[in-house]
């Protein structure tokens, strides 16, 4: 089992000998002046990953309502434009680079006409898995959490219906449990019936805990330690031939190392 962790859980020293997998969160990596990147923090940042031997994947930048999320790096693929694909095309070519299993990115917003939304981002999704064919990288579209209403690819049905209209070996599924505790209501049930409707597309793991309800707190989405809330990793049993990496999204070392054991418990035959 390949147990990883976002870039925003802690220092790459810390992290070490808890992980042995990082997601370079790029909003969050501080590489980029504006629109620009900054090569030279990036390659910094590269070193000490390659010092650790970590492996490593790429979360692409996305929409974000939150404030301390930098604007220009907003990035609605049901809604993309030169500035949208430039983007994505520089996280995808640094996945190449580095040979990152799979490059994250999010669905998109639903506009004032949700078939319209999800038609428009099936196109743009079409195109950027023919860039990361050329690049030899695999995209993990990743469901997102039904608390907030104007979120497409909450659903399963939703998930793979994209996946499926885009039709390529470059995109498949990054599965949150998280977001998908919320869509399902903190109902175990639901949540393993989701777990089979998606299995089949599935690369990749995101993993964190919640209460599966709204809240005001980032619409329930509150990226807490396995263990902290209701999800259910049991379910994860249900991936029996998975052999990605079990990414711990979550806020700090200490969440972390709980979340290891309790995935490691959760999974014990």
């Known amino acids: 089992m390949i147990i990883g962790a976002s870039s925003f859980a802690g220092p790459l020293e810390e992290l070490k000998g808890n992980v042995d997998s990082i997601e370079l969160y790029i909003p969050k990596l501080g590489v980029y002046d504006g629109l620009v990147l900054e090569k ?3 390659d910094r940042i590269l070193d000490e990953i390659s010092v650790y031997e970590f492996e490593s994947t790429i979360h692409a930048p996305y929409f974000a309502a939150d404030p301390k999320y930098p604007p220009v790096l907003r990035l609605d693929t049901a809604k993309m434009g030169r500035r949208e694909f430039a ?11 580095i040979g ?11 506009g004032q006409d949700r078939e319209n939304s999800f038609s428009s981002m099936v196109e743009n999704l079409g195109l950027l898995a023919s860039t990361a064919e050329d690049y030899g990288v ?5 469901n997102k959490e039904g608390t907030d209403p104007l979120n497409l690819c909450c ?9 499926e209209a885009v039709n390529s070996g470059n995109l498949k599924v990054t599965f949150d449990i998280g977001h998908a505790n919320l869509t399902c209501g903190g109902d175990p ?7 089979r409707l998606i299995r089949e597309h599935i690369v990749h793991l995101h993993l964190h805990d919640n209460g599966g309800q709204w809240t005001e707190k980032y619409d329930g989405d509150e990226h807490m330690a396995p263990g902290k809330g209701c999800v259910d990793f049991s379910a994860l049993k249900l991936l029996s031939g998975y052999r990605g ?12 190392r709980l979340g290891k054991n309790i995935l490691e418990n959760a999974l014990k035959p």
């Open 138 to 142: 695999m995209l993990g579209l990743e």
């Open 189 to 195: 049930e639901k949540l393993k019936r989701f777990v």
């Open 40 to 42: 030279d923090k990036l």
């Open 100 to 110: 990152a299993r799979v490059v994250v990115m999010h669905p998109g917003r639903v």
């Open 155 to 163: 659903e399963a049905e939703e998930l793979c219906r994209a996946v």
């Open 87 to 97: 983007l994505m095309e520089e996280s995808i070519t640094l996945a190449n680079r």
């Open 245 to 256: 990496v079990y990414n711990l999204e979550v806020f700090s070392l200490e969440d972390v």
